[in-house]
């Protein structure tokens, strides 16, 4: 069975920092993978997902992740950022056989003034 | 704003009362989907509709009863809960099941007394 870990529960970094939010998952086959956003009370908001190809992907709000097959990796980055971006962050595997997705346990993201 | 809207944003219940959470979009998705989000847990998957049919019951307890009467229209009826099933209960839709990208409500909070 697919499974998606997200080895960081909760990350502080400054305004004007880089990011990097961590994502392992195991899966079979080739992974359809996602990063969705949630704000403090509010629902997910997909930042960005990854299917084929390139393996460096381009999302919302200035993130990108890169897929590393050989570290069963899908990495969130940002270079600088927001104070807005404060939110939750999860990291999900979509299973074609099962025909739905696995969210890991969400990193939460604290950004310092 | 993701086009999926749900009813209310928050709500508090006894353990024997019964309330309705409602859920509804109009993107023209064929599936829908419940999740609860648990403090400290991933994103569990609760139904999955198809077409108004129920093609997905991940194990959740009777107390907790699906209804999906169109395409554009989801419920969970709740009785009898226990404190433990607080939680944010999401809504979410695609296009159909096998559809990977899946559009968020803003969730119902819900607290058990």
């Known amino acids: 069975a697919q499974s998606v870990t997200q080895p960081d529960i909760h990350i502080t970094v400054s305004e004007g920092a880089s990011l990097e939010l961590r994502c392992n998952y195991s899966y079979g086959a080739t992974p359809y993978l996602f990063w969705y956003v949630q704000s403090p009370g509010q629902g997910l908001q997909l930042l960005l997902k990854y299917f084929s190809g390139d393996t460096l992907v381009q999302g919302i709000k200035g993130f990108e992740a890169e897929f590393k097959r050989s570290q069963s990796s899908f990495n969130l980055r940002k270079p600088s950022v927001h104070w807005s971006d404060a939110a939750e962050y999860f990291c999900?595997?979509?299973?074609?056989?099962?025909?739905?997705?696995?969210f890991g346990s969400g990193t939460q993201l604290t950004v310092l003034p | 704003e993701t086009g999926v809207t749900q009813t209310p944003r928050h709500l508090v219940m006894g353990m024997t009362n019964k309330k309705s959470l409602k859920c509804e979009q109009h993107l023209g998705h064929n599936a829908m989907y419940w999740y609860k989000q648990s403090a400290k847990k991933p994103l569990e998957l609760m139904f999955v509709?198809?077409?108004?049919?129920?093609?997905e019951n991940n194990s959740v307890p009777s107390r907790f009863s699906p209804e999906c009467p169109n395409s554009s229209h989801l419920f969970l009826h709740l009785h009898t809960l226990q404190p433990e099933d607080s939680a944010l209960y999401l809504c979410a839709s695609s296009f159909g099941p096998g559809d990977t990208e899946a559009f968020f409500g803003q969730g119902t909070r819900l607290t058990v007394v």
């Open positions: 509709y198809n077409f108004k049919e129920q093609t």
């Open positions: 999900a595997v979509y299973s074609g056989s099962a025909r739905q997705l696995t």
